[in-house]
């Protein structure tokens, strides 16, 4: 296979644009493990002036990542963000407006190998968020686990992730006078291993946690579909039942996160590597799913909210799927 290199002179604004990227990627490959491996280094060469202040102030700090979190204007204003965004495009385009005056939970689709799309639209302030939906402040649910990297976390909580709990969700949409919008990416890491080019397969069917907690606050939902997610990785082969898919199905129970065998293209050339391709991103936020307030809810009223919810995802992406160069054959697959 001949290898394709990058041009030399590639412009300024893009080489930004990669180094971006790279940096968002190791972020989230890397840098939790190193800064765990680092806290132990310390401990085993008793760096005691180091690490002692800091598991203080952890223990001290512990819950932040469920009440709200942490965030930094100034970090989320990085100019490094923009060119994140910039890498792929990544756009979010808005059916309806919503009132301010209410919560709501977005359910975010698919997951991806990364979900680039929730990073850079929910999280950074280069998105046209604040101008699609002014007087919402939006806080993107990661696993509970990132929380647990020391120092790790406060980056974390720096660029607005919190915890993806149930305590830290319905801190989110119990806001008195609303503004608030909880992103979970319901899928989770179950379903990256189905993140295939071309593939349209979501775990939805048995995830229900998310409806209670939006007929406990009266949060109202709204499907959000990111149309190119899927695109920005390959895959290693993994079908259900295959050895590969039994170990990381056995991995992910253990461990509480996927390790999906991804590779895209690099940064010095074209034909492997771990940096994404470089496609568009395209995330629609569908129409809101009025929720009345039910502070003890059946498993009945849990069920038909649940099913509309997956009617009305569906509906979002067999409208919108012409636009971006779906087959009109395709379909969602819900697991």
Known sequence: MKVEFAPLNIPLARRLQTVAVLQWVLYFVLLGQMSIAITVMLII???????IPYLTWLYFDWHTPEQGGR????IKNWTLWKHFKDYFPIHLIKTQDLDPSHNYIFG?????????GAFGNFSTNYSDFKELFPGFTSYLHVLPLWFWCPVFREYMMSIGLVSVSKKSVSYVVSKEGGGNIS??????????????????TLFICQRKGFVKIALTHGASLVPVFSFGENELFKQVDNPEGSWIRTVQDKLQKIMGFALPLFHARGVFQYNFGLMPYRKAIHTVVG???PVRQILHPTEEQIEE???TYMEELTKLFEEHKGKYGIPEHETLVLK
């Open 45 to 51: 060469h008793n760096y005691w002036f180091l690490y």
């Open 71 to 74: 965030r930094s204007s100034w």
């Open 108 to 116: 975010f689709h698919p997951h991806g190998i990364l979900a680039a």
């Open 183 to 200: 992103v979970i990416v319901l899928g989770g890491a179950k379903e990256s291993l189905d993140a295939h080019p071309g593939k349209f």
């Open 287 to 289: 129409r809101p799913i």
């Open 305 to 307: 909210l649940h099913q």
